[in-house]
C-alpha cells in the first residue's frame, strides 16, 4: 500500500488546522481545482494511449453502471432500513424544528449556499468529464509521440497536490463537530449505512459481471469523491482499473440527480445516500429542494463524514479484497 495519500492528506490536515487567513483556503480551493483538472486531462491522455482500453471502453462503462446501481440501490436499503428503525429523519426534522435549527440559506454571508459555489460544483461534474473526453481524444492522435513516463509525471505532481489540498479541506473543515454536537452522535448511523451499503454494492455487482471484487468494491467505496477514487485505483492498479474509479463515482451524482424524483418518494434517507459524499457540496443545493431546510444539516454532515473517510477507506477496502 503506498503512503502517498496519507502523508499528502497529514501534511494538508496539519495546514487546515494551523493556518487561519481566508486568502490561504481561497487559493488552496484554486489550486485543487487546478490539480483535478489536469489530473482529469491526464487520466484521459492514459487511456486514449493504451489502445486496448479505448477498444474495451464500451464494456468498461457498463460494467461501471452496474456497479453504481449496486452502490446506490444498497445504500439506499441500508439506510431506509437505519431510517425506519433507530434513526427516524422526520423525528430529527421536527426536533430541529422545536429547537429552530437550520441552515441559512438566505443568509447572503452563508459560505454554504452562495451560488458561486454551488455553480462551481456543479460545474465540476461537468468539466471532469469533459476533461477525460479532450484527454482521450488527444491520447489517440499523440500515440506516436507521448510515452507513458510522461503522463506517469504529471499524474504523480497532480496526484500529490491534490491529495494535500482535499487535506487542507478537511482540516479546515472544523464545522463538523459542531452540527454533531447539535444533531447528536447518532447520526453517524446514516453515512455507516451509506458506506457499507456501498461497498455490499461493490461485492455484489462484481460478483455479477465477475470483475475481481478489488475494482468493483473499490470503486463503489468511492461513494461519488471521483477524483480521491479515481486518482488512487489508477496510482494502485494502473489507468484501465483507475477508469472504473472515475466512472463510477462521477455516474453515481448523475444518476442521484436523475432519480431524485423517485428516491424522495421512498425516503428522505435515500436521497441523502445516493449522493454519499457529494452531499456536502455538488448534490447539497439540489437535495435540499426536496428534503427540506432542516435536513439539509444532515445532508451536509453526511457527507462531511464520508468525504473524509473515503481517502482513509479506499487502501483498507483495496487490501482486504485484493
Known sequence: MSIIPFVCLGIGIMFGLIVKKEKFFVYSDKISTFALV??????GLGIGLDKSIVDNIIRIGLNCAVITIAAI?????????????????DKIDYDLIEENIQLDVNDKDSELFKDEEYKKGSNLVWIMPVSIIMGLIAGVFLRPIITPSVTDFFFTIALIVLYICVGISQGANKEVFIYLQLIGIKIVLIPTAIMFGSLIGGIVSGIILRLPLHISTTAAAGMSFYSITGAYMTQQYGIEIGTYGFIVNIMREFLTVLTMPLLIKISPGALIAGGAAGDMDTMLAPITKFVGIRLSLVTLLTGMILTFVV???LPFVSI???
Open 38 to 43: 489536469l489530473l482529469m486531462l491526464v487520466i
Open 73 to 89: 440501490v444498497f445504500s439506499v436499503l441500508l439506510t431506509f432500513i437505519v431510517e425506519k428503525t433507530v434513526l427516524p429523519l
Open 311 to 313: 481517502p482513509i477507506l
Open 320 to 322: 482486504i479484497f485484493q
